[in-house]
Nanobody, 119 residues
Framework: QVQLVESGGDLVQPGGSLRLSCAVS????????MAWYRQAPGNQRELVAQ???????NYLDSVKGRFTISRESAKNTMDLQMNNLQPEDTAVYYCYGKKFNGVISYTYWGQGTQVTVSS
């Protein structure tokens, strides 16, 4: 069973930065795609950023230019660098991974890490 473990959530002031990390329990390139989602109270979970096995990335419009998703294969981690954080970025951030063998897909979630942006 693949495990995803997030870290790095914290309380930060508006305009500040945080770096989230997701540790993957096996070779990160076994994942067809990996992503960060977030969920604020009363809201649906939304896709923040994703990175495909080949390296292509996609971002939520509201975080473009502020957030950067990346992988570190030597450590089997996926990171989310978040700059110029705003109160609307406050949410629980979840790591997501998907395997796909051409027929069946398997999805995995981390337990979440809280990011709070407040003065």
């Amino acid at each position: 069973q693949v495990q995803l473990v997030e870290s790095g959530g914290d309380l930060v002031q508006p305009g500040g930065s945080l770096r989230l990390s997701c540790a993957v329990s096996e070779n990160i390139f076994s994942m067809y795609v990996m992503a960060w989602y977030r969920q604020a109270p009363g809201n649906q979970r939304e896709l923040v950023a994703q990175i495909a096995r080949g390296g292509s990335t996609n971002y939520l419009d509201s975080v473009k230019g502020r957030f950067t998703i990346s992988r570190e294969s030597a450590k089997n981690t996926m990171d989310l660098q978040m700059n110029n954080l705003q109160p609307e970025d406050t949410a629980v951030y979840y790591c997501y991974g998907k395997k796909f063998n051409g027929v069946i897909s398997y999805t995995y979630w981390g337990q979440g890490t809280q990011v709070t942006v407040s003065s």
